[in-house]
């Protein structure tokens, strides 16, 4: 069965600090896409990055960087010199092909991060 | 391009209510997916429906159900509502119904049940 863990309830940093958000997931499948979603308090989540089973290549964009493990089945988030703007509720999510066609997309609990002033 | 649209955005209904919430896509895309947003269960997905039909559905009873129009919006409906109701729900479309593709979400509809 899938399942997503995001262990960090609650983040608190200074800004200018680096910050790493944790996600470990399960699935049998083997093809399957890893998602990290941004929620602002205005509620909207926002797609942040997609990595599927198959590119364990590690990426940086900006100040954001994306650790994939399939070893330890582990896809972890880091921002680098964290900015106020960058509180909100991070989520992990696991996507794959629905039993029925289509696909279920399940998402971990959410890590929420306050960037102090 | 206009992003996804859930109206209403606020809600109050009463235990025993039904109510039926709206979802526009992104133009062109024809996934619409649905989730329940709690403080307790986090995000958790209802259902997703793909040119009229649904594929998946999560663990909700029968009184949640939902549906997708011709031209790609939704409703979902919850009927005899419970307290336990009361949450943010999340409306998603994505251009490709395949779990490669990115979710676009809506700001969500909250309900509250008194």
Redesign the interface.
Known sequence: AQKVTQAQTEISVVEKEDVTLDCVYETRDT???L?W?KQPP??????LI?R?SFDEQNEISGRYSWNFQKSTSSFNFTITASQVVDSAVY?CAL????????????????TRLFVKA | KA?VTQTPRYLIKTRGQQVTLSCSPISGHR?V?W?QQTPGQ????LF?Y?SETQ??K?NFPGRFSGRQFSNSRSEMNVSTLELGDSA?Y?C?SRAG????S???????TRLTVV
């Open positions: 093809t399957y896409y998602f979603y205005s509620g909207e989540l926002v797609f997609r599927n989520f996507s794959e092909a629905g039993n029925t066609g289509g696909f279920k997309t399940i998402f971990g609990a959410g | 992003g996934s997916s989730y986090g995000l958790q997905f997703e793909f594929r998946n999560g943010l999340l998603a119904g395949f779990s490669s990115e979710a676009f979400f809506g700001q969500g």
